[in-house]
């Protein structure tokens, strides 16, 4: 009990403050991070949607192209 007397009461306030504003910021860091990952998954339907038109275009282009063909081929 005499070891808790001897600490001084700014020392056990200073504690308290920083731990408070530890808490803080890990808070603001978790809501930062939070809405970090919902841009992310955002992106990777925006990437999904990409490829797959991508892949329609160059469907699109080979089709384009085997038409041309039979049609140079008629005349």
Known sequence: MTVIKKIPVALLVALVVQTIGGLVWAG???ARIGALEVKV???ALVAE???RLEAQGEAMRA???RIERQLEGRK
């Open 49 to 51: 949607r990409l490829a």
């Open 63 to 65: 089709s384009l192209e």
């Open 41 to 43: 998954a955002e992106q």
């Open 28 to 30: 603001g860091a978790a």
